[in-house]
C-alpha cells in the first residue's frame, strides 16, 4: 500500500512538472516574441529549442501509461502540444494507454503517415485494441502491409465483439509437443530471445495445435528433465472459446487465479491466449462504464471535452429527469388544496421522497450487483422481492415512527405523525418493489441494467412519496 501511494505521487509530481514546463516555455517564449533585437527569428528557434528540451527529456523517462495520464489530466491545447513532443516510436504504446475519448482527440491530430507508422509498432492483438479507432484508409493500408497470416489474425479479432474473449485474446503464444522430453522443452526455451508476457505455463499441442493441456513452468523446472511432457502437465486447465463472454472469463481469472489461459475454437484447436493484464483492463474498464451509467452517460467523456460535445452525451437523460420531475409536480398539483389547508404537508413531503429514494438505490445496486455476479437470476427473483420488502417494512416502521415523532412534536398533531410513519413505511415498501422489479425488467429486454435505473428508481419514489403521503394526509387530516 505505501508502494502504491508513492507511485501516486510521483505520477502526481511527474503531471506538476510537466505543467510548470509547459508555463514557463510559453511565458519565456512571449517574453522573446515580444523582444526587438537583431536575428530575431534565429534567438527565438534556438530560446524555443533550449525550453523544449528539458521536456522532451521528461516525456521520454516516463513510462507510456504514465504519459497517456499525463495527457488525460491536460486540457486540449496543452495535451496536443505534448502529444508533438512524444517521440514517434512511442506513439502506438501511448495510444493504447489513453482512454477512447482522449485517444481520438490524439488521433484526430495526426495524418495517416503518422497513424501508420505508430500502428505499425504494434503486436497483432494490440492492434485489434487500436484498429476500430483509425480512419478507413489507414486501417486498410495497415491490413495491406501485414503478412497474411498477421492479417488474418487481426481481421479475425476485429469481427467479435468488443465484450467477447476473442477481441482481448493474444496471439504471442508458446507451445510444445507432449511427446518430449523436459530436458527437450527447456533447450527450447533457451533458444527463444524472450518469454512473452506473463508466461506461467506451455501450451501442449499435438501437431494439428489441437490443445491436450498445459505445462506450468514452475513444473517444468522442478521435475527430472528425463521425465516427458505428458507425465507431468495438467489435462483439465481452464480454457476459453472466442465466443465467450469477456464478463465470464474476468470472473474466472479471479476465482481460479489464473495467468494466463488458453482459447481455443470449437475443435479444440489453440488460437490465442488471454492473459491477467488484458483481464485487468477489461475489468477496469466495465467498472469505469458502470459508474457513468449509473448517472446515466452512456460513452466515456474526455475531462477536457468541448461544450458542445460533453452536452451531446449528458441531454438525453437529463430530458428523461425532466419528464419525471414534471411528473412529480403534477402530482403534488393534485393536492394543492390539502397542502393550502395544511402548510407543514410542504415541509414534510421531501423527506418521504427522499429516503424513499435511498432506499431504493440501495436495494437496486443490490441487485443489480447480484446480476452482474450471476447470483441473481428470474428463478430467485420472488425470493429476493420477499427479501427486500421484510427489510423495507422494518426500516419504514423503525425510522418512520421515528419521523413520526419528530412530526407529533413540530406540528402537535398526532394524525400528522401516524400519516408520516404510514407514508414513510410505504413508499419504503414501494421502493423494494421498484428497486427488484428494474434490474429484472431491464435483464429480460437485452438492457444493461445498470443504465439509468438510478434514475428510473428516484423518478417512481419521488412521485409514488408524494403521492402515497399527501393522498393519506387529504384522506384523513383535511
Known amino acids: 500500500m505505501v508502494k502504491s501511494q508513492e507511485s501516486k505521487e510521483s505520477l502526481q509530481d511527474s503531471l506538476q512538472q510537466v505543467i510548470r514546463l509547459l508555463n514557463k516555455h510559453k511565458l519565456v517564449e512571449g517574453l522573446v516574441h515580444k523582444q526587438d533585437m537583431p536575428k530575431h527569428d534565429l534567438v527565438e528557434s534556438l530560446v524555443h529549442k533550449q525550453n523544449l528540451a528539458e521536456l522532451h527529456k521528461k516525456l521520454d523517462a516516463l513510462h507510456p501509461a504514465d504519459v497517456a495520464y499525463i495527457l488525460e489530466a491536460l486540457p486540449l491545447e496543452q495535451r496536443l502540444d505534448v502529444w508533438d513532443m512524444v517521440k514517434a516510436e512511442r506513439d502506438g504504446e501511448i495510444l493504447l494507454e489513453v482512454s477512447d475519448a482522449v485517444r481520438q482527440t490524439l488521433i484526430a491530430d495526426m495524418d495517416s503517415d503518422e497513424l501508420l507508422a505508430a500502428a505499425e509498432q504494434l503486436d497483432t492483438d494490440e492492434l485489434a485494441d487500436l484498429a476500430p479507432d483509425l480512419p478507413k484508409d489507414v486501417l486498410q493500408d495497415l491490413l495491406d502491409s501485414l503478412d497474411s497470416r498477421n492479417r488474418e489474425r487481426l481481421q479475425s479479432a476485429l469481427a467479435y465483439p468488443e465484450d467477447a474473449v476473442g477481441a482481448l485474446m493474444d496471439f504471442d503464444i508458446v507451445t510444445i509437443r507432449e511427446d518430449v522430453s523436459l530436458e527437450v522443452a527447456l533447450?527450447?526455451?533457451?533458444?527463444?530471445?524472450?518469454?512473452?508476457?506473463?508466461?506461467?505455463?506451455?501450451?501442449?499441442?499435438?501437431?494439428?495445435?489441437?490443445?491436450?493441456?498445459?505445462?506450468?513452468?514452475?513444473?517444468?523446472?522442478?521435475?527430472?528433465?528425463?521425465?516427458?511432457?505428458?507425465?507431468?502437465?495438467?489435462?483439465?486447465?481452464v480454457a476459453f472459446h472466442p465466443e465467450d463472454k469477456a464478463d465470464e472469463a474476468a470472473k474466472a481469472f479471479e476465482r481460479y487465479d489464473l495467468v494466463t489461459a488458453p482459447v481455443v475454437d470449437e475443435n479444440n484447436r489453440l488460437v490465442g491466449r488471454l492473459t491477467v493484464d488484458t483481464v485487468m483492463d477489461f475489468i477496469r474498464e466495465e467498472a469505469e462504464s458502470d459508474i457513468l451509467s449509473l448517472a446515466g452517460l452512456r460513452e466515456e467523456e474526455d475531462l477536457f471535452a468541448s461544450v458542445w460535445k460533453s452536452m451531446q452525451n449528458r441531454w438525453a437523460w437529463l430530458a428523461i429527469n425532466l419528464v419525471t420531475a414534471f411528473v412529480a409536480s403534477r402530482v403534488i398539483g393534485l393536492f394543492e388544496g390539502s397542502i393550502e389547508k395544511i402548510v407543514a404537508l410542504a415541509a414534510l413531503m421531501p423527506i418521504v421522497a427522499g429516503i424513499g429514494g435511498n432506499s431504493g438505490n440501495q436495494t437496486l445496486t443490490m441487485i443489480v450487483r447480484g446480476l452482474a455476479l450471476r447470483q441473481a437470476a428470474s428463478y430467485s427473483m420472488k425470493s429476493l422481492l420477499l427479501k427486500e420488502l421484510g427489510v423495507s417494512l422494518l426500516n419504514g416502521l423503525g425510522w418512520g415512527g421515528v419521523l413520526g415523532l419528530a412530526a407529533y412534536f413540530l406540528y402537535h398533531n398526532v394524525a400528522l405523525g401516524v400519516v408520516m410513519t404510514a407514508a414513510m413505511t410505504l413508499n419504503l415498501l414501494l421502493a423494494a418493489t421498484m428497486g427488484v422489479l428494474i434490474p429484472f425488467m431491464m435483464t429480460r429486454f437485452g438492457r444493461d441494467p445498470a443504465v439509468g435505473s438510478s434514475v428510473l428508481i428516484t423518478a417512481v419514489t419521488d412521485s409514488g412519496g408524494f403521492f402515497i403521503f399527501l393522498g393519506l394526509a387529504t384522506i384523513f387530516l383535511i
Not at 195 to 204: A, E, G, I, M, N
Not at 210 to 223: A, E
Request: without cysteine.
Open 187 to 237: 533447450r527450447y526455451l533457451r533458444r527463444l530471445a524472450n518469454l512473452p508476457d506473463h508466461t506461467d505455463k506451455l501450451f501442449v499441442v499435438d501437431r494439428d495445435d489441437i490443445l491436450r493441456g498445459v505445462l506450468p513452468l514452475k513444473r517444468l523446472v522442478v521435475n527430472d528433465p528425463d521425465l516427458i511432457v505428458s507425465e507431468i502437465m495438467t489435462d483439465d486447465t
